[in-house]
Structure formats: structure tokens, C-alpha cells
């Protein structure tokens, strides 16, 4: 197994602070923190709603921290304009729907899509890194390689549901199965979406794994050991 990266997602820590509408907790602090305890990456997921992150967590990440940053982001100008100025080193370019609590799954790839294949092409055209979060289907890894997608993001989300339930050895196989689809077309392998310390291992093991994007659990866990702590038991887990 390679070297599998971590991007530490660190929306709810703006959640938190959202709560109040106050400084604290502080989205710099908790990337100065990713960075120092082995997370390779700094995650943010600018919504269109702005109920987590703002734009001036990107601006400030970006510019007082040193640090590789990923940018989720929906496919859209407004997204892509942002993204043009704030210069994440990556993108992962991800459906959003109204009043959805969390992401719901991949981008349904089985049309054409002239809209996002431009976005791709003008994020990568500018030097960010850009991924296409696809539930584990061959036929959007396809469409997404075929935009010029440098990176398949895999939705683990109806993995992680399936947790100790019958269903969950067909989950992993389908991440595998399009893992190993996503190396046959050169792409960059990314997962992510509800992984915890539970369920993170058989994830991380899939071959050619370059890199999970993990959240919630690790600010949750991050409340009662300590953010540090809690993301690097999570890097030793993925290790
Ligand atoms: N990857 C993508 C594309 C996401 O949209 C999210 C949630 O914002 C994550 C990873 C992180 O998910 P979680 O917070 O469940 O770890």
C-alpha cells in the first residue's frame, strides 16, 4: 500500500463558530493544527448557502497558513470565479442540493454536460488539481475522465451506512471495483464521505488509494481528545 493522504475537512469547526456569529472557534487555528499533527491537507467546502465556511475562511486559510488547501465546491460560475481568485492547490467539484444537512451522493454523470466539462477544463487550465465526486458507477468515472477530471473523488457515503449490515462486503467491493477502474484510466483516487475511525481501514486499503477526505468525524472526536490528537490517531489509521 502507498502513501495515503489525509485532507482534514474543517467545515464544522465554522459551524461551531456560526453558532455564535463570533471569531472562535477560529478556521486559521484549526488549520494550523491539521497541518502540525499530519493532515497533508486543509478541506473546505464553500456551499452556496454559507452556512459552515465563508468566504473569508478560504481568503484567511489561504493566505496567513501554509498549506496544501482543497476546495469543494458546486459546479457553478459563481464557485468557479471564487476559486479563479482564492487559488486552492485542488478542487473537488460536487452536486449540491437545497436544504440538504450534507452531501448526498455523486454527480450523476450519464449526459453530456458541456457546463462542467468547461469548469474542469478552466480550473485545470489554471494549475488547481480537479476531482469529480462520483458514487463508485463506471459510467460517471467515464464521463468525468473523459471532462478531463484529473481525480475521481469516491462517495463512501452508502459505505458508511452500510456498517455492520449485510450489505456492507457489496459496498466495499463496488469501491474497489471502481478504484481499480480509476487507476486503469490514470486518475487520481480520492474517497470520502461519512469514513470515521471505524470504518476508515478497508477504505484506505483499496489499491491505489491517494487520498481521503474525512470531516465530521474528526472535529467531532476532535471535542473531547483534542483536534491534534484526533487527526493523527486518524493519519496512523490510513497508514
Ligand atoms: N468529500 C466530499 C466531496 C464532501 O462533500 C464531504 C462533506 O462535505 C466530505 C468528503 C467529508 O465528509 P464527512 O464530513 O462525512 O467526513
Known amino acids: 500500500m502507498g502513501y495515503v493522504k489525509l485532507g482534514v475537512n474543517i467545515d464544522h469547526v465554522a459551524t461551531l463558530r456560526q453558532a455564535r456569529g463570533e471569531k472562535n472557534p477560529d478556521t486559521v487555528e484549526a488549520a494550523r493544527v491539521v497541518y502540525s499533527s499530519g493532515g497533508d491537507m486543509v478541506v473546505m467546502h464553500l456551499r452556496q448557502d454559507r452556512r459552515h465556511i465563508q468566504d473569508s475562511d478560504l481568503e484567511r486559510v489561504r493566505h496567513d497558513v501554509k498549506g496544501l488547501i482543497h476546495l469543494e465546491m458546486a459546479a457553478t460560475s459563481e464557485m468557479e470565479k471564487i476559486a479563479l481568485i482564492v487559488r486552492p492547490d485542488s478542487v473537488c467539484l460536487v452536486p449540491e442540493g437545497p436544504r440538504e444537512l450534507t452531501t448526498q451522493g455523486g454527480m450523476k454523470l450519464d449526459k ?9 477544463k478552466k480550473l485545470s487550465g489554471a494549475g ?28 463512501t457515503k452508502k459505505y458508511a451506512e452500510s456498517w455492520g449490515k449485510k450489505l456492507q462486503a457489496d459496498e466495499l467491493e463496488q469501491l474497489q471495483l471502481a478504484g481499480h477502474l480509476v487507476k486503469e484510466l490514470k486518475m487520481e483516487l480520492h ?14 486499503r483499496i489499491e491505489g488509494m491517494d487520498c481521503l477526505n474525512i470531516g465530521f468525524s474528526i472535529i467531532s472526536r476532535g471535542m473531547f481528545v483534542g483536534l491534534k490528537t ?9 497508514q
Do not use: Q, W
Request: with cysteine.
Open 230 to 238: 484526533a487527526v493523527s490517531e486518524m493519519k496512523r489509521l490510513i
Open 112 to 120: 453530456k454536460n458541456p457546463e462542467l466539462e468547461k469548469i474542469i
Open 191 to 204: 474517497a470520502g464521505h461519512g469514513l470515521d475511525y471505524y470504518n476508515v481501514a478497508p477504505v484506505a
Open 128 to 155: 488547481m488539481e480537479v476531482s469529480v465526486f462520483t458514487d463508485p458507477d463506471p459510467k460517471a468515472i467515464r464521463a468525468a475522465h473523459n471532462m478531463g477530471a484529473d481525480s475521481i473523488e469516491l462517495c
